[in-house]
C-alpha cells in the first residue's frame, strides 16, 4: 500500500510522521553516485563486527570513488544520447528552428514545434484562423543570438553523409520532468514558459505535473524583456520564492539579480534526476589530471571539467582540496556523468553571451603556435593576433593520415583556418586539414553575387535542380534558371552526379539559402556585373533577366537584390504598345544603366541605348584577329580578366588560359597582375558575343602571325597540323578551338597514345595543343582531330622556344610581385638557380628538413627538404653552404640542396654529350635537374611534347628520379647561361626509328607442321568480338572465326565469344589456313613479314571423328545460300552514311541488312545504332544477292518477301495531296497508303502528321504490277487485339447498308452533287439536293464552299450493287452534323410541306385515289430524281393521304441535354444550337380558315369538289377544337401561342415554348419581345419561373447577341434574382458555349464573392477538371478548405475525389479518400462511395483490397454485413468460384471472432 500511495497520491495534504526526515532519506535514495548495501539491524557489536564495519566503510568509500569519472575527455556526438540534458547558446534564429551552440564546439537544433505545449497549441490555433504569425510568434524575437538555454536531447538523426544531427527541445516537461511537487523547494532556480498573461502577472509552466506556477506583475518583471513584459511561448529563468500546499502552488521571480546570485544548496535536495545545467554549484577539487579536473559538489556529487573550460589565467593554480564556483554544462543520467565549466563568462553571466560569432571565420592563419595537446580530445592553438583556438582530433591530420602526436608537437609553426565560433567556450574552433584550408567556400558568408561556382547535380525537384558545391552547402537552380529557355523536361538535361557551372545569383546568409543560374548567357557573359546599388555607374551594361512585363515597361533583376525599370519607351527604337508581345518573364536582356539612386534602391534602365551603343561601337572599332593591341586590367575574376583596350577603352575579356602557353604560368599571372596594370602582348581573336576576346599564347600568336592558321572552314584539309586551345573537355573526347573561330572535336581514342578512361585527367580546359585533323564533314562542317604524340609532330626548336618563353614568363612574375616590395626584388634579382650560399641553420623540423638564414634575406625562408641534406646531421647555428635549386618569389621562398656531388667543382661540358641526370626539384611544368658528376645544374620541361600530358604514375618525373640527357649547348644564354639539354626518361628510352634493329630472322616466322584435320588443343591468348587468337603448341599462332565456335544459341542476340576467356585450354580441330601480314612492320622493308594462320573450329559436330570438313568449303560460295533460308548472321558494324548493318556469316562470306529489314519497332528503328553490338549473334532470312552481287542481302525480321498480310517497316517517300502517301519498302519495293486507310478513325487533315522520312509500320493488303497496296490502319497490323475503330475499313459495296452512318473525304463536286471517298474503291455521291438545307440556285456555291479532301459524315439512302453506285445524304437531319454551307451566306431555308410546281405543270392539287404521273420506263417519277431537271433545289412533295391511309403520330424531337438547373424546351429547339440549325415555322393548311391562292382562282367547282372541301373544313374546325381542349398538344401558330400564354401567365415552359417558335422562324427580335413581356407578365411570387425566363434571355444572348448585349441582361437578371443562381447559370452557358476563358473568369469572380457557398467551389472545380487542369483544380481545392467551416470540409474532399475519378487523375483520387478515411474511418457512406468509384475505375486487385480493408474497421455488425454482400455481389460477378468462397471464409472468420469476443 506505501508503493501504491507513493505513486497515486490521494487529495488533501499528507500527515508526516514523526521524526520523519524526508530530505535526507531522498538524498539518499536518489544519489546514484553511490552504491548502497542493504541496511542491517543494529545489534551489539563484537570484535569480528568491529572488523566488519570497517570493512564496510572502507568499500562505501571506494564506491564513491569508483563512481568518479576517470577521464576528462571533451563530448563528441557519440557521447550523446537521447535524454542527455545541455546548457546550450542560442547562436541562429531563424522563422522555424533556432540553432543552439551545445559544449565543446557542437550543435544541435530546436525546432519551433519543440519550444513549449502552449506555444504549440496558440500556434496552431492561429494557423487554422490564417492570422500573421510575423509579429506575435516570430523566433528571433523569443530567442535573441546569445540566449542561454537549458535543453534536452530529444532525437538523434543520421543525415544521408552519415553526420549526426541533434534534435533538442526545451520544453519544461521535458527538461524539469525529474521533479514532482515534493522535490521543489524554495531558492531552487528552474525555467519556465508562459502559458498566459494575467491581470496581475504570467501563468507558467514549468513542467511539473499538479503544480502551478505564478510570476507577479511588478519589480520581478521590469527589464527582463526588450518590449516591457513577456509573451506567450517565451521562456523564463526564474528562482522559486515560495512554495505553497506540498508543491502545488509555487511563486516566481525572475530578477537579474535572484537569477544571477542563486546557488544550488545541498539542503535543495538536488538528485541525478533533478540536476540541471546552468546551475552555480560550490565544488572542491578531488584530482588535477592531465587534460582537467575532478570535482565534487553538493556534498555526493562527482563531476568533470575538461581543459576548454578551465580558467586559462590559472591552469597551473588549481590544487586539491581548493573550493571552487562552478557551473553545471551538461548531465549524461545513463553513464551518470555531469560535466562542469569554471569560465568566468559562465559563473557570472549577462543577459546574453556574446559575442556568438566571430568575423574570422573563413581565415586562414599561418605561423601559429600549439600550445598544448590532448591526444585523446584534439589541441590548441595560438593564433598570431592573440586569439586562441581549439582543433578537433579529428582535424588535426588529413583524411587518410595517421595520427601521430609527436609528429604534430615537434612542427614549429602551423597553419589553420578557423571553423566556426563557440560561445559557450569563447573560443575559435579550428582545422589542420589541407583540403579545408585550400577549400574556396567554407560557409554561405564565403559566397558573393555574380561569382560563378561549380558543384554536382544532387537531385531533381519540380522546382528546380539542388546543386551540392560543398560536403555542407547546397544551393538551388529554379526552374526558369535552368536554361536560356524553360526547359519542359530537365530530366532530360540533368542527371543526379553531373557536374555542372553555375553563377551566384543571390545568397541570403541569415537563412542560409543559395539562389544559382545555369543561364549559358549569364554564365558566359564577360559584361560588368551588377551586385549591389552602390557600385552601379551611369553608362553602365550588364545582363540581367526579366521578372515582371507590364504595360508600363519591363522589371529587369540582376545578380543579389537589384532590380531596376525599363520604362515602355527605353524597350525598343520602335513604338511598343504591348511589351507582352516582345518580351517574356525568365527572359535574359542587356540593359544600361541611365540613372541609379542607391539610398532609394532606385535603378532606370534602358534596352534601346544598348542597340545604340553597340551599333556605334562596331562602326568605330573593328579589331581583327590576330592584331596586337594594349589592354588595361579593368576587373578580375575566376574566369579571367575583364580588360579595356586602350586609347578606344573598348571592353575586351582575356581568359585565364590565355595567359601563357604554360598552365601553371597562367594561375602564377593571374595572381600577380592587379586592377589597373597594362598588358602589351596581347593579340586580339575577334569578337565573341559582342566582346573581344584577347590571348597571350605565345605558340598561337606566332601562328597566327607566321600564316599557320586556318581561316574559314574550306582552307582545312585532312593532314594538316594546326595549333589550339583546349575549348571544353566532355566525356567522349574534348573540343579544340583554333584562332576565327573553328572547333574540332578530339575523340576520346584520338587524345592519347595510351588509354584513356577519365578525360578530365587528360587536357585541361584552356591548355595550348598541337592537332591534326584527321576527317572532315564537309555537309555538318565538322572535323575530326588527333593529339597523338605519335601523330602530331613537335620540332624541337618549337620545344626549346617555348622554354625559353616559360622561364622569361616565370621571370616577368617575379618581377611583378617583387615589384610590391623593392627590398625583396633587390634581394631575389641576383640569385638564380646553381648559385652557392653561406647559410646558418635556423631549425631542423619534425619532418627532417631544415629552414637556414643568411643576412640580408630576413623576409625569405629558405628550406632544404629532406631529399637534400644528404642525411647530414644538422644543429641550429651551424654554418652550411648550399647551392639554390629553385627561387619561389611568389611564396617568397628558396629551395636549397646540400648535397656534395652539388658542391662541387663543375666540370666543363660539351656539346653533344650524353649524361645520365638526376631530378632535383620538380613543378607542374618545368623541373630541375642535376647533370650527373659534372656539378651543373639546369631546367628541362616535365613533358618533351607539347600533348604529352597523360602519363602514367611509373612515367611521371619525380625528385630522385634519373632521366638520359643529351647536351645541345653547354651555355644557353636564353636559360641565364643554365645548358641547354634533351632528355628521354631510362625506363622510358626506346631506340629511335633510326636505330632500331629488327633482325631478319625476327621477320620469318617458324613453319608449323599442322595439317587440315588435325584436333588440337592451345590456349586463348586474345578474344576480339568477332574472333578469337590460340596459341598452339610450339608458338603456332590460331584464330577461331566467331561463326565457328557455337552451334546453337541459348539466348537470342548473344555473343559467341564471350564464352572463351583468356588463358583458357580449349580443344580445336584445324578447318584451313590463311596468309597474314604483320602490321608492326612496313612491307617494303621487310618484305618477308607475312605468316601462315591456322584457322580452326570449336564446333562439336566437327570434332567429332566423322565430321565431313568438305560442307565448310560449300558454306564459303554465295551459291549455298537460298532465298528464304534461315541462318545465323554476326554484327560486323553499322555504317551510319548508308543506313545499312553490315554481317558477317563466315570469315569468306558477308551480308548485309537494309535499314527496313531490322526490325518492326518504330521506336527502335530511330536508333538502330543502338540496339546491334559487335560480334551479336542474330537470326536471319536470306532475302538474296545485293546490287553488287559480292555479298547477301539479309532480313532480320523473318520476312524475305513483302505479300498480302505482310506487317513491316517503311519510309515516307512522298507525300500526294490528293489521295495519300507513297512509303519506300524493305527489299527495294514501294508502296501507295489511300488517306483512308491511314487510321482507323480520320481526322480533318489526313496528312499533317506524316512528312518525308518519317519511319512507318505498315501492312500489305495488295499487290500491283509497279507498287503494293499499303494500309497503315492498326487493325489490319494488330486484328487480334481489339483497337477500337470509329472508321471501320469498307472492303466492298455490301459492307454498306441503308441509314447507316459513315464518314468520307470529298473526292470531286461534279454537276450532280458531291462524290465523296468511303474507301479506296467505293465512292459515294450526295447529290445536290441531299447536301444542304438551305434554297441554293447557284452550283459554283457548292464548288466554293465544300473543299476537296474535307471530311463529312454522310448517310447511306440508297445501295445499288448491281450498278456499284452509293446514294449519301449530308443533311443535318441525316446526320447530326450542322450544315455543309455556313450561315454567313444568308440564304433562305427550303420550305417543307409545299408542293413545288414544274413550270409547265398546272396550279392544282391531285385528287385522293388520283394515280401517280409514270414516266416513259414506268417508274414513279418523283422529285429529286430527275437528272435532266436537277437545279440543285431540294423539292418535297406532301400527299394529302389523309382519307387513304390513317396519319401516323409524329415524335417529338428529344431536346438536347443541358447541364443540372438547364431549362429544356419541347418543339425540337435547343438553347445550343445556332441559326444553321433553325427551320422556319410552317402554318398548316387552312388552320387561320383561309382558302388558298389556287382554290380562289377556280372558276366553277363540282359537286363533288364541293364536298371535299366541305369535308376538309369540318376536319380543320374539329382539329381546332381538340387543340385548345387537349393542353398537351403544341401549338404551331403565333395566334395558339397567345391563347395559350393567356390561360397561363404565369407558366415559363409556355413562354419558353414561344420563344423557341420565333427562333425557329429566325425571328430572333421577336423572340427577346416575347422573353420581355415574359418577365413582365410573371408574377414576382414566381421567382423560378421568372430564373427560367432570365436563363433562357442569356441564352439567347450568348448564342445570337454580343458580349454587350449578354452582360446588360446579366447585369438587370441580378437585380431581380438570387445573385448566386445567376452566376451559376450564365457559367454554365459559357462553359456548354466552349467560352472557356469567359467561363473562367466568372467562376474567379464567384469564388470571390460566394467563397461560404460550397456549391460554387465545386462548380469551379468540375469546370476546371474537365478542362483539364488538375493542377489548378487541386489548388481551387485548397482555396475551399481555407474558405469554407470545418464541418463542410470531408463533403468537400469527397466531393472533389469523385470527380477527380470522373475527368482527373485517378491515383491523385485515391490518395485523396485515402488521406480522409484515415482520418475518419468509420464513415462507411465514405466508403461505400469510394468502393462504388473503384468498382469503376480501378483493377480488380485494388477493389479487392479495399474491400479487405472494409470488412476489418471496428464498427457495428450491421453495417460489416453490409459490406460483406456487396463484396459477396462483386465477386460473383467480376471474379470466380474460388474468389467467391474467398469472401465467404472471410465472413464465417468474421462471425467466430465476433462471438468469441461476446463470449469473453
Known amino acids: 500500500m506505501a508503493s501504491l500511495e507513493e505513486d497515486f497520491p490521494r487529495g488533501g495534504t499528507s500527515k508526516k510522521t514523526a521524526g520523519s526526515k524526508s530530505i535526507v532519506e531522498r538524498i539518499e535514495v536518489d544519489n546514484l553516485f553511490q552504491i548502497r548495501e542493504p541496511e542491517v539491524k543494529k545489534r551489539k557489536s563484537t570484535k569480528g563486527d568491529t572488523k566488519g564495519a570497517k570493512k564496510q566503510k572502507t568499500s562505501k568509500e571506494g564506491s564513491l570513488k569508483l563512481n568518479t569519472a576517470e577521464a576528462t575527455d571533451i563530448l563528441s556526438f557519440k557521447n550523446i544520447k537521447v535524454g542527455t540534458l545541455f546548457l546550450g547558446c542560442v547562436k541562429e534564429v531563424t522563422d522555424f528552428q533556432v540553432t543552439v551552440s551545445l559544449p565543446n564546439g557542437l550543435k544541435g537544433f530546436l525546432p519551433v514545434g519543440n519550444i513549449s505545449a502552449s506555444f504549440t497549441k496558440m500556434l496552431t490555433s492561429q494557423l487554422e484562423m490564417g492570422d500573421s504569425l510575423e509579429e506575435i510568434f516570430s523566433l528571433p524575437s523569443l530567442f535573441p543570438p546569445g540566449r542561454l538555454l537549458r535543453c534536452i536531447v530529444s532525437g538523434l538523426e543520421a543525415t544521408q553523409k552519415g553526420h549526426t544531427s541533434v534534435r533538442l527541445s526545451i520544453d519544461p516537461k521535458e527538461v524539469n520532468k525529474g521533479f514532482t511537487p515534493e522535490s521543489l523547494k524554495a531558492g531552487m532556480m528552474l525555467n519556465g514558459c508562459v502559458e498566459s498573461i494575467e491581470d496581475h502577472g504570467f501563468l507558467l509552466d514549468i513542467g511539473v505535473s499538479g503544480t502551478k506556477a505564478f510570476l507577479p506583475k511588478g519589480k520581478q518583471v521590469k527589464g527582463t524583456t526588450k518590449q516591457g513584459g513577456f509573451k506567450v511561448g517565451q521562456h523564463v529563468d526564474c528562482v522559486l520564492k515560495e512554495v505553497k500546499n506540498e508543491g502545488r502552488i509555487v511563486l516566481l521571480a525572475a530578477t537579474s539579480s535572484a537569477v544571477t546570485q542563486s546557488c544550488a544548496e545541498t539542503q535543495h535536495g538536488w538528485t541525478l534526476r533533478n540536476l540541471l545545467p546552468g546551475l552555480m554549484v560550490k565544488a572542491q577539487v578531488q584530482k588535477v589530471g592531465k587534460h582537467g579536473l575532478f570535482l565534487e559538489f553538493l556534498s555526493s556529487f562527482s563531476g568533470t571539467v575538461d581543459f576548454l573550460h578551465m580558467d586559462r589565467d590559472r591552469t597551473s593554480n588549481y590544487s586539491p582540496g581548493q573550493t571552487l564556483k562552478a557551473c553545471v554544462l551538461y548531465v549524461e543520467p545513463s553513464s551518470r556523468s555531469v560535466g562542469l565549466s569554471l569560465r568566468e563568462h559562465l559563473l557570472s553571466p549577462g543577459p546574453l553571451l556574446e559575442p556568438v560569432t566571430s568575423d574570422s571565420i573563413g581565415k586562414v592563419f599561418e605561423g601559429c603556435r600549439m600550445t598544448s595537446l590532448h591526444p585523446a580530445s584534439g589541441a590548441i592553438l595560438e593564433l598570431p593576433e592573440k586569439m586562441v583556438a581549439f582543433v578537433h582530433k579529428q582535424h588535426l591530420k588529413d583524411i587518410g593520415e595517421t595520427f601521430t602526436p609527436d609528429q604534430v608537437m615537434a612542427k614549429s609553426s602551423h597553419t589553420c583556418r578557423i571553423l566556426d565560433f563557440s560561445p559557450l567556450e569563447q573560443m575559435h574552433t579550428a582545422t589542420l586539414r589541407r583540403a579545408i584550408i585550400d577549400e574556396m567556400f567554407l560557409r554561405y558568408q564565403d559566397f558573393q553575387p555574380g561569382q560563378l561556382v561549380q558543384g554536382r547535380v544532387s537531385s531533381l525537384q519540380t522546382f528546380g535542380i539542388i546543386v551540392e558545391l560543398t560536403d555542407y552547402i547546397k544551393g538551388m537552380v529554379p526552374r526558369t534558371h535552368l536554361a536560356d529557355v524553360v526547359l519542359k523536361n530537365p530530366e532530360k538535361v540533368y542527371k543526379v552526379g553531373n557536374k555542372v557551372k553555375c553563377r551566384v545569383l543571390s545568397v541570403d546568409r541569415v537563412s542560409q539559402k543559395l ?170 581573336l575577334g569578337t565573341n558575343k559582342s566582346n573581344t576576346i584577347l590571348t597571350q599564347k605565345p605558340l598561337v600568336k606566332a601562328a597566327i602571325t607566321n600564316g599557320q592558321v586556318a581561316r574559314e572552314f574550306s582552307d582545312i584539309q585532312e593532314g594538316m597540323q594546326l595549333t589550339g586551345w583546349i575549348k571544353d573537355v566532355m566525356p567522349y573526347g574534348v573540343f579544340v578551338e583554333f584562332p576565327y573561330g573553328l572547333v574540332g572535336l578530339a575523340p576520346k581514342s584520338a587524345m592519347s597514345d595510351k588509354f584513356v578512361s577519365n578525360t578530365e585527367s587528360v587536357f585541361q580546359k584552356g591548355q595550348t595543343v598541337a592537332a591534326k585533323v584527321t576527317d572532315m564533314d564537309k555537309e555538318k562542317r565538322r572535323f575530326l582531330l588527333s593529339l597523338k604524340v605519335s601523330e602530331v609532330c613537335f620540332e624541337e626548336g618549337d620545344s626549346r622556344r617555348r622554354l625559353v618563353q616559360g622561364l622569361q614568363e616565370r621571370n616577368a612574375v617575379a618581377e611583378m610581385v617583387a615589384a610590391k616590395d623593392p627590398e625583396l626584388l633587390q634581394y631575389l634579382r641576383p640569385l638564380a638557380v646553381g648559385q652557392k650560399l653561406k647559410l646558418t641553420v635556423d631549425a631542423v623540423n619534425g619532418d627532417k628538413s631544415a629552414t637556414f638564414l643568411r643576412d640580408g634575406l630576413g623576409g625569405v625562408s629558405i628550406v632544404a627538404t629532406p631529399d637534400h641534406l644528404s642525411g647530414e646531421k644538422l644543429t641550429s647555428g651551424q654554418k652550411v653552404t648550399a647551392v639554390i635549386i629553385h627561387v619561389d618569389p611568389c611564396a617568397s621562398k628558396i629551395y636549397v640542396s646540400l648535397a ?28 630541375v635537374i642535376s647533370l650527373g658528376g659534372s656539378g651543373h645544374l639546369t631546367t628541362v620541361h616535365t613533358t618533351v611534347h607539347l600533348n604529352d600530358t597523360f602519363r602514367f604514375e611509373s612515367e611521371k618525373m619525380a625528385v630522385g628520379r634519373s632521366l638520359n640527357v643529351t647536351v645541345k649547348e653547354p651555355c644557353c644564354e636564353d636559360l641565364g647561361g643554365l645548358p641547354l639539354v634533351s632528355w628521354t626518361s631510362i625506363s622510358a628510352s626506346t631506340p629511335s626509328r633510326e636505330t632500331k634493329a629488327i633482325p631478319r630472322s625476327a621477320a620469318v616466322r617458324r613453319k608449323h607442321t599442322y595439317k587440315k584435320g588435325d584436333v588440337v588443343t592451345g590456349t586463348v591468348k586474345s578474344v576480339k568480338p568477332l574472333c578469337a587468337f590460340v596459341s598452339l603448341p610450339g608458338g603456332v599462332r590460331a584464330s577461331v572465326h566467331v561463326s565457328q565456335i557455337q552451334e546453337t544459341f541459348k539466348k537470342a542476340r548473344s555473343f559467341p565469344t564471350a564464352s572463351l576467356k583468356k588463358g583458357k585450354t580449349v580443344t580445336a580441330r584445324v578447318i584451313g589456313e590463311r596468309e597474314c601480314s604483320d602490321h608492326k612492320l612496313l612491307p617494303i622493308s621487310h618484305p618477308e613479314s607475312k605468316f601462315t594462320e591456322l584457322e580452326l573450329t570449336l564446333l562439336p559436330s566437327l570434332l567429332k571423328d566423322d565430321a565431313n570438313l568438305e560442307d565448310i568449303k560449300t558454306s564459303k560460295t554465295l551459291k549455298a545460300y537460298q532465298a528464304g533460308q534461315d541462318l545465323t548472321c554476326f554484327v560486323s558494324k553499322y555504317d551510319i552514311q548508308k543506313k545499312q548493318l553490315k554481317v558477317i556469316l563466315t570469315p569468306s562470306v558477308s551480308g548485309r541488312v537494309d535499314f527496313l529489314a531490322m526490325t518492326l519497332d518504330r521506336q527502335v528503328a530511330k536508333y538502330p545504332e543502338r540496339m546491334f553490338k559487335m560480334g551479336q549473334a542474330l537470326p536471319a532470312k536470306v532475302v538474296g544477292l545485293d546490287s553488287s552481287k559480292k555479298r547477301l542481302s539479309l532480313s532480320l525480321t523473318g520476312v524475305y518477301r513483302l505479300t498480302p498480310g505482310t506487317v513491316t517497316l517503311g519510309t515516307v517517300q512522298e507525300l500526294l495531296a490528293n489521295s495519300g502517301l507513297v512509303v519506300s519498302l524493305p527489299f527495294g519495293r514501294s508502296g501507295f497508303v489511300s488517306v483512308v486507310d491511314l487510321t482507323d478513325s480520320y481526322r480533318p487533315k489526313p496528312l499533317e502528321s506524316y512528312w518525308v522520312g518519317k519511319i512507318v509500320r505498315c501492312c500489305v493488303i495488295g499487290e500491283e504490277p509497279d507498287h503494293m497496296q499499303l494500309s497503315l490502319r492498326a487493325s489490319r497490323m494488330e486484328p487480334e487485339t481489339t483497337v477500337p475503330v470509329k472508321d471501320p475499313e469498307i472492303l466492298s459495296i455490301g459492307d454498306l447498308k441503308k441509314s447507316r452512318l459513315v464518314r468520307g473525304y470529298v473526292k470531286h463536286v461534279g454537276v450532280q452533287g458531291v462524290f465523296i471517298r468511303l474507301s479506296r474503291t467505293i465512292t459515294g455521291l450526295a447529290r445536290f439536293e441531299h447536301v444542304t438545307s438551305y434554297h441554293v440556285t447557284d452550283k459554283d456555291i457548292f464548288a466554293k464552299h465544300i473543299h476537296l479532301h474535307a471530311l463529312y459524315t454522310t448517310k447511306v439512302l440508297r445501295v445499288r450493287k448491281k450498278e456499284g453506285q452509293v446514294e449519301l445524304s449530308l443533311l443535318p437531319e441525316d446526320t447530326g452534323k450542322p450544315d455543309v454551307l455556313p450561315e454567313s451566306l444568308a440564304l433562305p431555308l427550303r420550305e417543307r410541306g409545299q408542293e413545288i410546281k414544274t413550270k409547265d405543270s398546272k396550279k392544282r392539287k391531285r385528287l385522293p385515289g388520283e394515280p401517280h404521273k409514270h414516266g416513259k420506263n414506268g417508274t414513279v417519277e418523283r422529285a429529286g430524281e430527275s437528272e435532266e431537271d436537277d437545279s440543285g433545289v431540294d423539292a418535297y412533295f406532301q400527299e394529302d393521304e389523309e382519307e387513304s391511309s390513317p396519319k401516323k403520330p409524329k415524335k417529338a424531337p428529344q431536346p438536347i441535354k443541358a447541364g443540372k438547373q438547364r431549362l429544356q424546351v419541347e418543339g425540337g429547339f435547343s438553347w445550343d444550337l445556332g441559326l444553321s440549325a433553325l427551320r422556319p415555322a410552317v402554318s398548316q393548311k387552312g388552320a387561320d380558315g383561309s382558302e388558298e391562292e389556287e382554290d380562289e382562282q377556280t372558276q366553277k367547282k363540282s359537286r363533288k369538289d364541293k364536298e371535299v372541301e366541305k369535308q376538309q373544313a369540318e376536319k380543320v374546325l374539329s382539329k381546332l377544337e381538340s387543340e385548345l381542349m387537349d393542353p398537351s398538344l403544341r401549338p404551331e401558330s403565333a395566334s395558339s401561342f397567345e391563347r395559350l400564354v393567356l390561360s397561363s401567365p404565369n407558366s415559363s415552359l409556355v413562354w419558353l415554348q414561344y420563344m423557341a417558335f420565333h427562333l425557329q422562324a429566325t425571328e430572333i427580335e421577336q423572340a427577346r419581345a416575347v422573353a420581355e413581356r415574359a418577365l413582365k407578365t410573371i408574377s414576382f411570387r414566381e421567382e423560378q419561373e421568372k430564373l427560367n425566363v432570365w436563363v433562357a434571355l442569356l441564352n439567347l444572348e450568348n448564342l445570337y447577341g454580343s458580349q454587350e448585349s449578354l452582360q446588360k441582361v446579366f447585369e438587370r437578371a441580378l437585380q431581380y434574382c438570387e445573385p448566386l443562381a445567376v452566376y451559376q447559370q450564365l457559367a454554365d452557358v459559357y462553359a456548354k458555349s466552349d467560352k472557356h476563358k469567359e467561363a473562367e473568369a466568372l467562376y474567379k469572380n464567384m469564388v470571390k464573392r460566394f467563397r461560404q457557398d460550397r456549391s460554387v467551389w465545386l462548380s469551379y472545380g468540375t469546370f476546371l477538371l474537365r478542362q483539364g487542369q488538375n493542377d489548378a483544380a487541386h489548388s481551387v481545392l485548397q482555396r475551399a478548405l481555407r474558405s469554407l467551416p470545418d464541418k463542410e470540409h470531408v463533403d468537400l474532399i469527397v466531393k472533389f475525389a469523385q470527380l477527380e475519378f470522373q475527368y482527373g487523375d485517378v491515383e491523385r483520387a485515391k490518395s485523396m479518400f485515402d488521406r480522409t478515411l484515415m482520418s475518419y474511418p468509420k464513415r462507411t457512406d465514405l466508403w461505400s462511395v469510394y468502393i462504388d468509384l473503384m468498382i469503376r475505375h480501378g483493377t480488380q486487385k485494388e477493389v479487392r483490397d479495399l474491400f479487405d480493408r472494409v470488412i476489418h474497421l471496428s464498427v457495428a455488425v450491421k453495417r460489416i454485413k453490409f459490406f460483406f454482400k456487396r463484396y459477396l455481389e462483386y465477386e460473383k460477378k467480376s471474379g470466380t468460384v474460388e474468389s467467391v468462397q474467398a469472401v465467404k471464409e472471410k465472413a464465417l472468420q468474421y462471425v467466430e471472432a465476433k462471438g468469441a469476443e461476446e463470449a469473453s
Open 515 to 684: 539562389l544559382l543560374t545555369r543561364k549559358k548567357t549569364l554564365l558566359s557573359s564577360t559584361l560588368p556585373l551588377i551586385s549591389s546599388y552602390s557600385a552601379i555607374r551611369v553608362g553602365q551594361v550588364s545582363h540581367g533577366w526579366i521578372v515582371s512585363v507590364q504595360n508600363f515597361g519591363c522589371i529587369v533583376r540582376f545578380f543579389g537584390e537589384v532590380k531596376g525599370l525599363v520604362p515602355i519607351g527605353e524597350l525598343s527604337r520602335e513604338r511598343v504598345s504591348v511589351p507582352q508581345s516582345l518580351f517574356y518573364v525568365g527572359q535574359v536582356v542587356k540593359a544600361k544603366v541611365l540613372s541609379c539612386d542607391p539610398a532609394q534602391e532606385k535603378l532606370l534602365l534602358s534596352f534601346k541605348a544598348v542597340v545604340d551603343k553597340e551599333n556605334q561601337a562596331t562602326q568605330k572599332l573593328s579589331f581583327e584577329t590576330g592584331k596586337e593591341v594594349e589592354a588595361k586590367v579593368f576587373r578580375k575574376h575566376l574566369e579571367g580578366l575583364e580588360v579595356s583596350i586602350l586609347p578606344e577603352d573598348a571592353p575586351a575579356f582575356l581568359p585565364i588560359g590565355h595567359l601563357s602557353d604554360h598552365m601553371s604560368n597562367c594561375s602564377l599571372f593571374w595572381g600577380a597582375l592587379k586592377e589597373g596594370d597594362t598588358l602589351s602582348n596581347a593579340v586580339s
Open 900 to 927: 656534395p656531388q652539388l658542391l662541387g667543382k663543375r666540370k666543363k661540358l660539351n656539346a653533344g654529350a650524353k649524361l645520365s641526370a638526376t631530378v632535383q626539384y620538380v613543378e607542374r611544368d618545368f623541373a
